[in-house]
């Protein structure tokens, strides 16, 4: 989905906003370079690990996760927890949980002119953005916390072996 984020970003009407495209190409980088050729405020980089990466993440105005056919994404719930916005789409694992918990924005995958919108209001609306990433934290806080998992992966095993 990079490649839409890329048509996406250059529709938008917020002036001075740079696209940071981090990762390895798990498809679709080849076409987006092509698109953003030129572009000044569209930057590729290798992936981030580590404290950088953590950096990059709470530093970023919004964290846009374009994907499709990807059964879960850590790195929406990376996003909320560094204090960052998500957009993603509603075509990946992580795209339920943050409609469920109202932490960020899901758009219909491909949809660029939505994307454009969101990512335009997004950039807008601070107040807007602080509550969901409020919110998100909150939920993976309940809901995805290691110890929260782990309690309801030893419970199913506890009730498997009594069945």
Do not use: W
């Amino acid at each position: 989905g990079v490649d839409i984020l890329v048509q996406s970003f250059q529709l938008l009407t917020t002036p001075n906003v740079h696209l940071v495209v981090a990762g390895s190409d798990m498809g679709g980088l080849f076409s987006a370079k092509q698109l953003a050729k030129g572009h000044p405020h569209i930057h590729f980089v290798d992936t981030i690990s580590g404290s950088e990466r953590l950096q990059a993440l709470s530093v970023a105005d919004l964290v846009v996760y374009p994907s499709k056919d990807e059964i879960f994404g850590l790195v929406p719930f990376e996003a909320l927890l560094s204090g960052t916005t998500v957009v993603v789409s509603d075509d990946c694992g992580c795209g339920e949980i943050i409609k469920e918990a109202e932490a960020g924005s899901v758009i219909p995958y491909g949809d660029v002119i939505r994307l454009t919108e969101e990512i335009d209001s997004l950039l807008s609306t601070p107040d807007r953005c602080r509550a969901m990433v409020t919110r998100g934290q909150q939920y993976i806080k309940e809901h995805l916390s290691f110890d929260v998992v782990a309690k309801q992966h030893s419970d199913l095993y506890h009730h498997l072996r009594a069945s």
